[in-house]
């Protein structure tokens, strides 16, 4: 799997410690249609962090800008950046590139590792997300058994690659269109199919 996913995410989901996450060739919505959640911009940090950690990660969500007519307009595209101040190694980065959707009443994100060399990756993994009234930013990564049960039903279209040992979770690539997504994940029951628990950020800049 290429998809490096957000590191403080992959710290904060367990099922993530012995596998990874389902990757998707399509995503929840398409750059045109995905809707832009200005709520999301500004700089956070784990809701989790102690005066006594060593490092600290930071991760900047800005949505991408264009001028049209002489003004700067919003893109649906939504950039972030995750810069980590490690004591032993430096100033480290790593760049993400999502879509956010609305589907029902909930709330989600499509998004890509870009790496750190920045090229553009081919395959998508989602999660869903809430916003506090606070700017407490709470998100939960997709269930890759909820996702690999569907592709054996017969509800999603995808493939699941056995794996050798029972602590590994298998690699999955879902291959359904972007509409026939969406209509998975509305008639799914959200906090089954993202179920664990959420990884917890904390807005200091608006």
């Not at 800005?62 to 100033?91: C, F, P, W």
């Not at 493939?159 to 997504?181: A, F, N, R």
Request: net charge neutral; charged share 20%; glycine share 6%.
């Amino acid at each position: 799997m290429n998809i490096r996913l957000l590191p403080t995410l992959l710290a904060a989901a367990s099922l993530l410690l012995a596998g990874c996450l389902p990757e998707s060739k399509n995503p929840l919505s398409t750059p045109q249609t995905s809707r832009i959640d200005v709520d999301l911009e500004g700089v956070y940090l784990p809701g989790n962090l102690r005066p006594d950690d060593s490092s600290l990660s930071t991760m900047h969500f800005h949505y991408r800008a264009k001028r049209v007519d002489g003004l700067i307009q919003h893109t649906n595209v939504l950039d972030m950046l995750e810069i980590t101040h490690e004591v032993d190694s430096g100033l480290i980065t790593h760049a993400y590139r999502l879509l956010t959707t609305r589907i029902g009443d909930q709330n989600y994100m499509s998004f890509q590792d870009l790496g750190k060399s920045g090229v553009h990756a081919t395959t998508y993994t989602f999660a869903r997300y809430e916003i506090g009234w606070r700017g407490t930013l709470r998100v939960w990564l997709i269930n890759s058994e909820a996702v690999a049960e569907a592709i054996h039903a017969g509800k999603l279209h995808g493939t699941v690659k056995p794996v050798k040992y029972q602590s590994q979770y298998p690699e999955i690539m879902i291959t359904d269109s972007t509409e026939q997504l969406a209509a998975f994940v509305k008639a799914s029951d959200p906090k089954k199919l993202f179920a664990g628990k959420p990884m917890v950020l904390k807005r200091i800049t608006p």
